[in-house]
């Protein structure tokens, strides 16, 4: 069993507690990593961040927000799943 799979398999016992402190220490994470980045780059770390924070919400929200308020289309809407 490869290291996505035994995450997944993981995830999988997580309820909205255990997803919200994981968000928590990642927050955390990346406002020390932040801090350590130099005056003359924060502007361009700032613009990578912000792009990667789209996508990566989008992504994550889209399928979230048809499930939760009921659409018809959410049951075609499934988790985006890497396989190699």
């Known amino acids: 069993m490869n ?3 035994r995450g997944n398999d993981y995830i999988k016992t997580m309820d909205a ?3 919200g402190l994981l968000k928590t220490a ?8 932040g801090m350590s980045v130099r005056k003359e780059d924060k502007k361009k770390v700032a613009i990578v961040a912000g792009v990667s924070y ?3 919400v989008a992504a994550v929200m ?5 499930h939760f ?7 075609e809407t499934e988790p985006i799943i890497l396989e190699r």
């Open 3 to 5: 290291v996505i799979e």
């Open 69 to 75: 308020v009921g659409s018809d289309d959410a049951e």
């Open 26 to 33: 990642l927050f955390s994470l990346g406002v020390l990593v």
């Open 54 to 56: 789209g996508l990566t």
């Open 17 to 19: 507690w255990d997803i």
């Open 62 to 66: 889209v399928p979230f927000v048809k």
